[in-house]
T-cell receptor, first 115, second 112 residues
Framework: DAGITQSPRHKVTETGTPVTLRCHQTENHRYMYWYRQDPGHGLRLIHY???????DKGEVSDGYSVSRSKTEDFLLTLESATSSQTSVYFCAISDHGRGYNSPLHFGNGTRLTVT | DQQVKQNSPSLSVQEGRISILNCDYT??????FLWYKKYPAEGPTFLIS?????DKNEDGRFTVFLNKSAKHLSLHIVPSQPGDSAVYFCAASDSGYSTLTFGKGTMLLVSP
Protein backbone atom coordinates (compact mmCIF):
# COMPACT_ATOMS: atom_id res chain seq x y z
CA ASP A 1 0.00 0.00 0.00
CA ALA A 2 1.13 3.57 -0.67
CA GLY A 3 0.92 4.60 2.99
CA ILE A 4 -2.84 5.02 3.10
CA THR A 5 -4.92 4.00 6.09
CA GLN A 6 -8.69 4.10 6.15
CA SER A 7 -10.64 3.86 9.39
CA PRO A 8 -12.82 2.22 10.35
CA ARG A 9 -12.61 -0.74 7.96
CA HIS A 10 -16.17 -1.76 8.70
CA LYS A 11 -19.08 0.15 10.19
CA VAL A 12 -22.77 -0.46 10.69
CA THR A 13 -24.91 2.53 11.53
CA GLU A 14 -28.56 3.48 11.68
CA THR A 15 -30.44 5.71 9.27
CA GLY A 16 -30.29 9.35 10.28
CA THR A 17 -27.06 9.20 12.26
CA PRO A 18 -23.94 11.14 11.27
CA VAL A 19 -20.91 9.10 10.25
CA THR A 20 -17.31 10.15 9.68
CA LEU A 21 -14.77 8.11 7.75
CA ARG A 22 -11.10 8.91 8.01
CA CYS A 23 -8.29 8.66 5.50
CA HIS A 24 -4.72 9.09 6.65
CA GLN A 25 -1.68 9.19 4.37
CA THR A 26 2.02 9.18 5.08
CA GLU A 27 3.14 10.07 1.54
CA ASN A 28 2.72 13.85 1.81
CA HIS A 29 0.71 13.82 -1.43
CA ARG A 30 -1.20 16.95 -2.31
CA TYR A 31 -4.33 15.37 -3.76
CA MET A 32 -6.78 13.18 -1.86
CA TYR A 33 -10.02 11.65 -3.07
CA TRP A 34 -13.09 9.84 -1.79
CA TYR A 35 -14.76 7.32 -4.09
CA ARG A 36 -17.61 4.93 -3.50
CA GLN A 37 -17.94 1.56 -5.17
CA ASP A 38 -21.34 0.02 -5.81
CA PRO A 39 -22.39 -2.96 -7.92
CA GLY A 40 -23.29 -1.84 -11.41
CA HIS A 41 -21.76 1.60 -10.90
CA GLY A 42 -18.04 1.05 -10.58
CA LEU A 43 -16.10 3.76 -8.78
CA ARG A 44 -17.71 7.17 -8.47
CA LEU A 45 -16.04 10.29 -7.12
CA ILE A 46 -17.66 11.89 -4.07
CA HIS A 47 -15.28 14.73 -3.16
CA TYR A 48 -11.63 15.51 -3.58
CA UNK A 49 -9.04 17.83 -2.12
CA UNK A 50 -6.17 19.60 -3.86
CA UNK A 51 -4.60 20.98 -0.71
CA UNK A 52 -5.24 21.81 2.94
CA UNK A 53 -8.71 23.36 3.21
CA UNK A 54 -9.12 23.15 -0.59
CA UNK A 55 -11.87 20.76 -1.62
CA ASP A 56 -14.28 20.28 -4.49
CA LYS A 57 -17.30 18.16 -5.31
CA GLY A 58 -17.38 15.03 -7.42
CA GLU A 59 -20.25 13.47 -9.31
CA VAL A 60 -22.08 12.03 -6.27
CA SER A 61 -21.49 14.61 -3.54
CA ASP A 62 -25.07 15.06 -2.27
CA GLY A 63 -25.36 14.03 1.38
CA TYR A 64 -21.60 14.12 1.94
CA SER A 65 -19.17 16.70 3.24
CA VAL A 66 -15.40 16.63 3.59
CA SER A 67 -12.70 18.38 5.51
CA ARG A 68 -8.95 18.56 5.22
CA SER A 69 -7.24 20.46 8.02
CA LYS A 70 -3.89 18.71 7.60
CA THR A 71 -2.07 17.36 4.56
CA GLU A 72 -2.23 13.82 5.87
CA ASP A 73 -5.91 13.58 6.83
CA PHE A 74 -9.05 13.72 4.70
CA LEU A 75 -12.38 13.16 6.44
CA LEU A 76 -15.64 12.16 4.78
CA THR A 77 -18.84 12.88 6.73
CA LEU A 78 -22.28 11.55 6.01
CA GLU A 79 -24.40 14.22 7.62
CA SER A 80 -27.46 12.00 8.08
CA ALA A 81 -26.86 8.49 6.82
CA THR A 82 -29.38 6.89 4.47
CA SER A 83 -29.66 3.32 3.20
CA SER A 84 -28.58 4.50 -0.27
CA GLN A 85 -25.21 5.36 1.25
CA THR A 86 -24.53 1.73 2.06
CA SER A 87 -21.39 1.17 0.03
CA VAL A 88 -17.67 0.55 0.05
CA TYR A 89 -15.77 3.80 0.36
CA PHE A 90 -12.25 4.19 -0.99
CA CYS A 91 -9.78 6.92 -0.28
CA ALA A 92 -7.10 7.64 -2.88
CA ILE A 93 -4.07 9.89 -3.06
CA SER A 94 -2.05 11.41 -5.88
CA ASP A 95 1.03 13.56 -6.09
CA HIS A 96 0.20 15.63 -9.16
CA GLY A 97 -3.51 15.08 -9.62
CA ARG A 98 -3.36 15.05 -13.40
CA GLY A 99 -3.40 11.30 -13.91
CA TYR A 100 -0.28 11.10 -16.01
CA ASN A 101 2.90 10.20 -14.16
CA SER A 102 0.92 10.16 -10.95
CA PRO A 103 -1.78 7.51 -10.90
CA LEU A 104 -4.09 7.33 -7.93
CA HIS A 105 -3.12 5.02 -5.08
CA PHE A 106 -6.03 3.60 -3.15
CA GLY A 107 -6.58 2.54 0.43
CA ASN A 108 -8.22 -0.77 1.26
CA GLY A 109 -11.67 0.68 1.74
CA THR A 110 -14.33 1.10 4.41
CA ARG A 111 -17.44 -1.03 4.18
CA LEU A 112 -20.36 1.00 5.49
CA THR A 113 -23.80 -0.47 6.11
CA VAL A 114 -26.71 1.81 6.94
CA THR A 115 -29.67 -0.04 8.46
CA ASP B 1 -24.23 10.11 -18.80
CA GLN B 2 -21.53 7.48 -18.61
CA GLN B 3 -18.32 8.81 -20.12
CA VAL B 4 -16.27 5.64 -19.68
CA LYS B 5 -17.96 2.39 -20.61
CA GLN B 6 -16.96 -1.18 -20.00
CA ASN B 7 -19.71 -3.10 -21.68
CA SER B 8 -18.65 -6.58 -20.61
CA PRO B 9 -19.41 -7.19 -16.92
CA SER B 10 -17.43 -10.42 -16.97
CA LEU B 11 -14.96 -12.43 -19.02
CA SER B 12 -13.80 -16.03 -18.64
CA VAL B 13 -10.49 -17.21 -20.12
CA GLN B 14 -8.38 -20.32 -19.81
CA GLU B 15 -4.92 -20.15 -18.31
CA GLY B 16 -2.27 -19.45 -20.93
CA ARG B 17 -4.65 -17.83 -23.39
CA ILE B 18 -5.05 -14.14 -24.14
CA SER B 19 -7.46 -11.96 -22.15
CA ILE B 20 -8.81 -8.88 -23.90
CA LEU B 21 -10.69 -6.30 -21.87
CA ASN B 22 -12.38 -3.45 -23.68
CA CYS B 23 -13.24 0.11 -22.79
CA ASP B 24 -15.00 2.89 -24.72
CA TYR B 25 -15.17 6.57 -23.89
CA THR B 26 -17.28 9.44 -25.10
CA UNK B 27 -15.42 12.53 -23.89
CA UNK B 28 -13.01 13.67 -26.61
CA UNK B 29 -11.13 15.75 -24.03
CA UNK B 30 -9.79 12.66 -22.28
CA UNK B 31 -6.09 12.42 -22.95
CA UNK B 32 -4.80 9.92 -20.46
CA PHE B 33 -6.08 6.43 -19.79
CA LEU B 34 -5.37 3.96 -17.03
CA TRP B 35 -6.23 0.42 -16.05
CA TYR B 36 -6.67 -0.65 -12.45
CA LYS B 37 -6.96 -4.13 -11.03
CA LYS B 38 -8.98 -4.93 -7.93
CA TYR B 39 -9.04 -8.03 -5.77
CA PRO B 40 -11.90 -8.62 -3.28
CA ALA B 41 -11.56 -6.72 0.02
CA GLU B 42 -8.66 -4.65 -1.33
CA GLY B 43 -8.36 -1.26 -2.96
CA PRO B 44 -7.78 -0.93 -6.71
CA THR B 45 -4.13 -1.00 -7.76
CA PHE B 46 -2.67 0.76 -10.76
CA LEU B 47 -1.75 -1.58 -13.61
CA ILE B 48 -0.81 0.32 -16.75
CA SER B 49 -1.51 3.62 -18.47
CA UNK B 50 -1.32 5.27 -21.87
CA UNK B 51 -1.18 8.83 -23.05
CA UNK B 52 -3.25 9.95 -26.03
CA UNK B 53 -0.06 10.67 -27.98
CA UNK B 54 0.61 6.94 -28.11
CA ASP B 55 -1.36 4.02 -29.49
CA LYS B 56 0.32 1.24 -27.53
CA ASN B 57 2.03 0.75 -24.21
CA GLU B 58 3.50 -2.50 -22.98
CA ASP B 59 4.55 -3.71 -19.53
CA GLY B 60 5.44 -7.36 -19.30
CA ARG B 61 2.36 -9.47 -19.94
CA PHE B 62 0.13 -6.38 -20.11
CA THR B 63 -0.39 -4.23 -23.20
CA VAL B 64 -2.83 -1.38 -23.62
CA PHE B 65 -3.94 -0.27 -27.07
CA LEU B 66 -5.58 3.06 -27.78
CA ASN B 67 -7.67 3.87 -30.87
CA LYS B 68 -8.45 7.56 -30.58
CA SER B 69 -10.59 7.78 -33.69
CA ALA B 70 -12.86 5.05 -32.33
CA LYS B 71 -12.56 6.31 -28.73
CA HIS B 72 -11.67 2.79 -27.72
CA LEU B 73 -8.96 1.18 -25.65
CA SER B 74 -8.22 -2.39 -24.77
CA LEU B 75 -6.07 -4.25 -22.28
CA HIS B 76 -4.39 -7.45 -23.44
CA ILE B 77 -3.01 -9.94 -20.94
CA VAL B 78 -0.77 -12.61 -22.44
CA PRO B 79 -0.48 -15.28 -21.19
CA SER B 80 -3.32 -15.13 -18.68
CA GLN B 81 -2.72 -16.62 -15.25
CA PRO B 82 -5.16 -17.62 -12.48
CA GLY B 83 -3.73 -14.82 -10.32
CA ASP B 84 -5.01 -12.34 -12.90
CA SER B 85 -8.57 -13.15 -11.82
CA ALA B 86 -9.88 -9.80 -10.54
CA VAL B 87 -12.06 -6.87 -11.47
CA TYR B 88 -10.43 -4.54 -14.01
CA PHE B 89 -11.38 -0.88 -14.14
CA CYS B 90 -10.72 1.40 -17.05
CA ALA B 91 -10.23 5.08 -16.12
CA ALA B 92 -9.67 8.30 -18.03
CA SER B 93 -8.61 11.83 -17.25
CA ASP B 94 -8.71 15.22 -18.93
CA SER B 95 -5.50 17.19 -18.42
CA GLY B 96 -7.62 20.17 -17.49
CA TYR B 97 -8.96 18.43 -14.41
CA SER B 98 -7.42 16.61 -11.50
CA THR B 99 -9.85 13.70 -11.28
CA LEU B 100 -10.28 10.30 -12.89
CA THR B 101 -13.50 8.95 -14.38
CA PHE B 102 -13.89 5.20 -14.00
CA GLY B 103 -15.85 2.60 -15.90
CA LYS B 104 -18.03 0.04 -14.13
CA GLY B 105 -15.42 -2.67 -14.29
CA THR B 106 -15.03 -6.10 -15.89
CA MET B 107 -14.59 -9.20 -13.77
CA LEU B 108 -11.96 -11.48 -15.28
CA LEU B 109 -11.88 -15.15 -14.33
CA VAL B 110 -8.87 -17.16 -15.47
CA SER B 111 -9.39 -20.87 -15.00
CA PRO B 112 -6.55 -23.41 -14.76
Amino acid sequence: DAGITQSPRHKVTETGTPVTLRCHQTENHRYMYWYRQDPGHGLRLIHYSYGVKDTDKGEVSDGYSVSRSKTEDFLLTLESATSSQTSVYFCAISDHGRGYNSPLHFGNGTRLTVT
Amino acid sequence: DQQVKQNSPSLSVQEGRISILNCDYTNSMFDYFLWYKKYPAEGPTFLISISSIKDKNEDGRFTVFLNKSAKHLSLHIVPSQPGDSAVYFCAASDSGYSTLTFGKGTMLLVSP
